[in-house]
């Protein structure tokens, strides 16, 4: 595939942001803040464009009658395949850890690790016209996720370390919080408890964290187990938006383990972190 197919973005919206510069999307190592400029739109592209490339595929294949795993399995795989292509063309020197790829541990020696969910929310995907669905894509360095972008296709909208800050507007009264729909785990009902917030049950790892990136949502606690995919992306645009993001018992989020399991996640309004922390604290005296 042509390295200039990826640079065709102009169907896509971007998200409130700066159109994409072209002309930065070359990386260049003896230039690293303009290297990591270029990976910040690479990133938004690439998510927007496997985005699409996904919504056109659920619409043909659901017109066609298939559903269910057939359909979760060929999301996953067209994703996947888009996305390794096009990390292999851009970045043909960096290492990348998909969810559904082999786990080449070469990695751990990498100095640049992609870190990609092709689909997030496999499940909402295969239930049209659910839109609680996402595709992360995200470079790490040095364990922290330093560019990100969690298109979310059914939205029509990709949010990402490239594009300008959001503003997350007032909070919610009472506060809101989002959790996984099938298994919103004993934080919920902490914080139902504690604080008298009222839960919205959603999909995807991905999906979940925008909503607080949009003022949609005010928190978002995960303790029911996920794998550095899950989080790797929406955490990226989550600390670019000014939001806090940490484990759930207050330690760092690090990325590009040997073990990919990182079972719990935080994301929340900066000034409600230590109220959360300290209610979620109770989940380990429990
Ligand atoms: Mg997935």
Not at 84 to 106: I, Q
Not at 242 to 257: A, E, F, K, Q
Request: charged share 20%; proline share 7%.
């Amino acid at each position: 595939m042509p390295a200039l197919a990826f640079l065709d973005n102009s169907s896509l919206r971007s998200g409130g942001g700066a159109p994409l510069p072209l002309r930065a999307m070359t990386s260049s190592p003896a230039a690293p803040a303009a290297a990591i400029a270029a990976d910040h739109a690479l990133a938004h592209l690439l998510a927007s464009q496997a985005g699409q490339l996904l919504v056109d595929l659920r619409a043909k294949l659901h017109a066609e009658g298939v559903e269910g795993k057939e359909l979760k399995d060929a999301g996953d795989m067209a994703a996947h395949n888009h996305l390794m292509e096009a990390l292999r063309t851009e970045r043909p020197n960096d290492a990348v850890l998909s969810e559904e790829g082999k786990d080449d541990k070469a990695r751990l020696d990498a100095e640049r690790t992609w870190i990609i969910d092709p689909l997030d929310g496999t499940r909402e995907f295969s239930e049209p016209p659910r839109d609680d669905w996402a595709v992360h894509v995200a470079l790490v360095i040095d364990g922290q996720p330093v560019a990100g972008a969690v298109a979310l296709p059914a939205q029509g909208i990709t949010l990402s370390t490239h594009t300008k800050r959001l503003a997350p507007g007032a909070p919610g009264d009472p506060l809101r919080f989002v959790a996984s729909r099938t298994r919103p785990g004993p934080s919920a009902d902490l914080l139902v408890d504690h604080l008298g917030a009222t839960m919205i049950p959603m999909g995807s790892a991905g999906a979940k964290t925008m909503a607080v990136v949009q003022g949609r949502a005010d928190i978002y606690a995960h303790t029911g187990g996920q794998y550095e995919w899950d989080s790797c992306a929406p955490v990226a645009v989550a600390n670019a938006a000014g939001l806090h993001t940490s484990r759930i018992d207050g330690s760092p989020l690090v990325y590009n383990n040997d073990d990919v399991y990182l079972p719990d996640l935080l994301v929340c309004r900066t000034e409600l972190a230590d109220q959360v922390l300290t209610i979620l604290a109770n989940l380990a005296d429990a």
